[in-house]
């Protein structure tokens, strides 16, 4: 046995062999390890010392890992489960994080697969714990305020968030439209100990210059016309708590100055006034522009960009935590339904398939709209590919002459193009499209490459390896860089 006080990892699965080679394997790497060879071994190992997480084979001796899964959840909800199964479908990769699995590993799995999996299993058993007594204090953070997913890149968002709120740090959030960024800074401000206090936003977007910097910093009766009263702004509203900035890469000028000396001295003076007033204010910022090339163009002041920058996230887009996507569909369907009292379908296969292979331009934010909309123009109890059809927008096209109409039921979904078709359409769009970057139309060609390959491998790597002519090891490595899933392709 390894010693004591590193991470306890509990291995299931009938298979004695298989368990001595996955024990040897992670405490090579560091962990203590215990394997059972029965579902109801592995429960009882919960009762005799900590655990940090499960690795669980869908099929034992003893019956299901799914059922072993539901018993972990309830006595010790905070240990993560890995599913782990010879037998991957979509559908169990789907019922598995439905009922709270922190992941799935289909056999035979690469050695970096399980290794990442465990390590992010690990740091989110301990975050769960350390954020357990903030929740304790704070009450139970609702779902409609939490951040799902179980991949790594939304982990590691998280686990920045966990560290970071209880400090007064500024944050900076990076990322596409809809990617989340408002709610992780609503998460910032609900696990910080500004949660008593107001949280403040503001799109500094959506306002010109005189009345965003009257919004922010507050005016006295007369400063300009129709200014009939004194008004406080919004970071006296925010004082105490939290104010989030968003869209910050489009503050005009005269506001970037007043949010530096903010930032610098904690005192803001309102418009007209020449009084001082001190605030106590955590700003939490946030843009899906590149401000570091709004700098280099002198759009965005770069001492304000460095007073912004103390931590950075990165909200990841989609299309690179696909492996989320059955989680949120499930979550957005049942929300969808319970607003509209309605019954919500469920998906099939067929379309799990075709909204794991969407480029997501709109990201979260546009997946669930999707489902909003499966809810409502669905007719039966199972979601069809075709049914999507009219929910499912191409990125960079016009919806000018877009036909909006469900398709017939009886209507054949659409034949899959070639790889090079299908990527040159993600790519390119319309001949009138605006034309992405190099780089950016590289990783959406190679993306959709890898979506058709797998597709027509039927998910085995080593298939998908021998039609693309690369090895293994390095469709591997190309998967876990767009977030794809081998088993989310498998009949």
Known sequence: ?????????????????????????????????????????????????????????????DGDGLDVLSEVQKRSPDVPVV???????????????????????????????????????????????EVAGLRRIIGAQSDELRL????????????????????????????ESGTGKELAARSLHDLSQRRGRPFVAVNCSALPAELLES????????AFTGASRDKAGLFSAANGGTLLLDEIGDAPPAVQVKLLRVLQERRITRVGSLD?????????????RDLRAEVRDGRFRED????????????????????DIPLLC?????????????????????????????PWPGNVRELANVMEGAVLLSRGERLQPQELSALLVPPARKLDGWSSAPAPEDAEPPAAPDAAGEA??????????????????????????????????????????????????DLYDLLRKHGLSSASFKE
């Not at 782990?84 to 050695?111: C, N, Q, S, W």
């Not at 001082?276 to 899906?288: I, K, L, M, S």
């Not at 957005?332 to 398939?353: C, D, I, K, N, Y």
């Open 215 to 222: 919004e922010l910093f507050g005016h006295v009766r007369g």
């Open 330 to 358: 499930e979550v957005f369907l049942s929300r969808a339904a319970a607003r509209h009292g309605l019954a919500g379908p469920q998906l099939s296969p067929e379309a799990l398939r075709a909204l794991l292979a969407h």
């Open 424 to 473: 040159m359409s993600v790519v390119f769009g319309d001949p009138g499209a605006e034309l992405p970057s190099l780089k950016a139309a590289r990783d959406l060609f190679e993306r959709a490459y890898l979506v058709e390959v797998l597709r027509r491998a039927n998910g085995n790597v080593s298939a998908a390896a021998k039609l693309s002519g690369r090895n293994r090891t």
């Open 276 to 288: 001082e007033e001190d605030v106590d204010v955590r700003v939490v910022a946030a843009t899906n």
């Open 304 to 323: 304000l960009f460095y007073r912004l920058h103390v931590v950075p996230i990165v909200m990841p887009p989609l299309r690179e935590r696909v492996e």
């Open 83 to 129: 599913i782990l199964t010879a037998h991957g479908t979509i559908e169990t990769a789907v019922e598995a994080m439905r009922r709270g699995a922190y992941g799935f590993l289909t056999k035979p799995f690469h050695d970096l697969d399980l290794l990442q999996k465990i390590e992010h299993a690990v740091e989110s058993s301990k975050l769960r714990r």
């Open 1 to 61: 046995m390894s010693p004591p006080g590193k991470p306890h990892v509990v291995i299931v699965d009938d298979e004695p062999h298989l368990c001595e080679l996955l024990a040897f394997r992670l405490e090579h790497h560091g962990y203590r390890v215990t394997t059972e060879l029965t579902g109801s071994g592995g429960i009882a190992a919960l009762s005799r010392e900590p655990v940090d997480a499960m690795v669980v084979d869908l099929r034992l001796d």
């Open 148 to 175: 799902l997913g179980t991949s790594d890149r939304i982990a590691a968002v998280r686990e920045i968030i966990a560290r970071v709120a209880p400090t007064d740090a500024t944050v900076l959030l990076l990322g």
